[in-house]
């Protein structure tokens, strides 16, 4: 079976986008696209969830010159509870006494 896209309602009330790669043995893996909170950003997170069921494969021309292909930019992810966990984290196991307070080596831990 095909991979697929589609939209399933979380207990925060959002919509979340989600690829689902099954098997013939009835396993799934199912990818995470993100969550949208209005039907804008669940259209935008359905268009990159496409583009990545679709990734490297080549658009076909239909005479006019143009390819059919159109890159949405990312412009926002909700990681904030993710970036608030590592930083109390990093302040739990004491690297930020380790590192004398500095954000350097924060910074490249997370980010890097």
Known sequence: MSPYIRTVKTSSGATAV???HSTHHGSRDIEHIGSG?????VALLK???RQRLHAGQDSLDFGDGQIDAVE???MST???HLWDALQR?????GFDKATGRTRC???WCWAG
């Open 47 to 49: 268009v990159a969830a």
């Open 78 to 80: 909700r990681s904030k």
């Open 18 to 20: 989600q690829i689902v």
């Open 37 to 41: 909170h209005n039907e804008a950003e």
């Open 105 to 107: 080596l924060r910074l």
């Open 72 to 74: 949405l930019p990312i």
């Open 89 to 93: 984290g990093y302040r739990v196991l």
